[in-house]
């Protein structure tokens, strides 16, 4: 199969999990833009990058139609490389959560554990992410766990390879069953080795229990940094 064949093929499989993780139910909406700015990198020892990674993330997303903050991510972490495509991942993150996500407003410490593998092929980038996160509140339910399910794939729209067509979906499950969906779909720039945009449409949904579903559309700004 060509890469075409298989990125419309991935493309249709994104979108049938969408589907299938959004029912036809009432549901809430909102417009929102999410910022991101990562830094993912191999520590140095006189120059020479080591197996030894950190992780630091920064996410302010505005909503309610953008009318304020609603939530802001911190995210630190250490990694080991395994080898050049797979690493393995610990770390701690907080996160300040108000309306319209929650009602009232609550922060959360959260501790996380990851298997990062990416593939390089003919210029294209296939990413798997899986994510196992436990949740800190204050109340009613002090510890909390999901699991968290990310592919991703980025197709090269020129020979440079610099310009990227961008698509990856998201899936979240906790002990109750599935809790959440974020499918992506944009495009990617790479200045140079150090510096990656990526923008784009996402969509996300929240199943609700006690409430109607959650859908937000938002604009997505990723700064992904190699310093």
């Known amino acids: 199969m060509n890469i075409k064949g298989f990125g419309l093929l991935y493309l249709c499989h994104v979108i049938l999990l969408w589907l299938l993780a959004s029912p036809a139910l009432a549901a809430q909406f909102d417009a929102q833009t999410w910022f991101n700015i990562t830094d993912n990198q191999a520590f140095k020892y006189h120059e020479t990058p080591s197996s030894y990674r950190y992780w630091l993330e920064w996410q302010?997303?505005?909503?309610?139609?953008?009318?304020?903050?609603?939530?802001?991510?911190?995210?630190?972490?250490?990694?080991?490389?395994?080898?050049?495509n797979t690493s393995l991942w610990l770390g701690f993150a907080w996160i300040d959560t108000s309306y319209p996500f929650a009602t009232p407003d609550f922060q959360e410490n959260r501790l996380w554990q990851q298997l990062l593998w990416s593939h390089h092929f003919n210029q294209n980038i296939f990413t798997l992410r899986a994510r196992l996160e436990e949740?800190?509140?204050?109340?009613?339910?002090?510890?909390?766990?999901?699991?968290?399910?990310?592919?991703k794939l980025a197709i090269p729209l020129n020979s440079s390879g610099r310009c990227s067509y961008i698509i990856n979906n998201e899936l979240f499950w906790q002990p109750q069953g599935f809790n959440q969906n974020r499918l992506f779909l944009g495009v990617g720039y790479r200045y140079n080795d150090a510096f990656t945009l990526e923008l784009g449409y996402l969509n996300q949904f929240i199943k609700k229990s006690n409430a109607p579903n959650f859908i937000a559309h938002i604009l997505s700004v990723q700064l992904l940094l190699a310093l």
């Open 60 to 84: 302010p997303r505005f909503g309610d139609n953008l009318h304020h903050l609603s939530q802001t991510l911190l995210r630190t972490g250490l990694g080991y490389s395994l080898d050049k």
């Open 135 to 151: 949740r800190f509140f204050q109340s009613p339910s002090p510890v909390g766990y999901r699991i968290r399910a990310l592919t």
